[in-house]
Every structure is written in C-alpha cells, then in structure tokens.
C-alpha cells in the first residue's frame, strides 16, 4: 500500500526494511508473483520496485473514488433486465461441481470444458489414453473429500498450473 502512492521507484532495500528480514523468501515469492501478474515492474539489476501502469494508477482511482462519478465504475441508472438469482446461481454452480465430479467418476452427464479436463487431467485425477479416461488413485482420494477441501484442492491446482504456464 506504501508504494501506491509514491511518486518514485522503491528501491529493494527500502522494502527489504518494510518487511520481516525472517520472511525473506515469501517477499520473494510474492515479488515474483506480483511481477508476473504485471502488478509490479521490479528489478534485481536495477534494485527497484514500481507499480504498473494502468494498475497503480486505476487503484488509486478505485480507493480514493475518483472519476467523474467520484466512486469506482460507473453508477447504473436502469435495473437489470437480466438478473440473476441467488438461487439460479447456487443450482447452475452445484450442475457445474457435479459434472466435474461425474466427469472424474467416468460418468459424464455434461462435459466440463477443454480447460477442466486438463486441470485434472494435470492433478492426476483421470488419465486419459485417447477417447478413453480412467479416475487415479488420486481421483478416488478427491472423490472422497468433503466439497469444501474439494474446492480448495481444485484452486489450488489451478493457481499452481496458472503459475507454471506464465
């Protein structure tokens, strides 16, 4: 936050003093992370730390609502025509999970798309031999959880192979 609204680079020794000294290797991670997700320019040759543009100056603009409406996006004046229920949300996402969980069993009622199928193809939940799938050891284990650790153990996958692809 310190570095949003700072005219100039940080150099890293300025955020190095910011942080833990113990914490030495989650600043890093979190550096790397924010650099690939273009949130953060930093450089180890040149030993600075600058917020992107549009990033830093779009969220500065979100937190001190600025703009010409004076607060963050544009007010809407009409109700939506389209709105979605709650309700319609929570049984097209429960339709979506149980797809993805008949999918893994080898049932496929619906098929996830191209990108869920890799996803766990890629946490070694199904193998996939041609037109032909099998569930893993993994997959049973998956299977077997409660959704809640179901869901996590879905992103973090997801966020590990988003990491790997960048």
């Known amino acids: ?29 979190a550096l ?7 949130i953060l320019k930093y450089s180890t040759s040149d030993k600075i730390v600058n917020l992107t543009n549009p990033f ?14 004076r ?14 229920t709650i309700e319609a949300l929570d049984v097209f996402a429960r339709q979506q999970w149980e797809g ?8 496929s009622i619906t098929e996830p798309s191209k990108g869920v199928k890799d996803l766990l193809e890629s946490g070694r939940f199904v193998q996939r031999a041609g037109s032909s799938r099998q ?4 997959g049973f284990s998956f299977l077997l959880q ?19 692809v960048s």
């Open 71 to 84: 607060s963050f996006g544009v007010i809407c004046t009409k109700p939506d025509s389209h709105r979605v």
């Open 56 to 69: 830093g100056s779009s969220l500065r603009l979100a937190l001190t609502g600025g703009g010409r409406h």
């Open 135 to 138: 569930t893993t050891k993994d």
């Open 146 to 164: 409660e959704v809640n650790a179901q869901v996590w153990k879905i992103l973090v996958l997801y966020l590990h192979n988003a990491s790997s």
């Open 100 to 107: 993805i969980l008949h999918y893994v069993v080898g049932d």
């Open 32 to 38: 790397s992370m924010l650099s690939r997700l273009h």
């Open 1 to 29: 936050m310190a570095i949003l609204f700072l005219e100039d680079s940080v150099t890293l020794s300025v955020l190095e003093n910011w942080t833990n000294p113990s914490n030495k290797r989650e600043r890093d991670i």
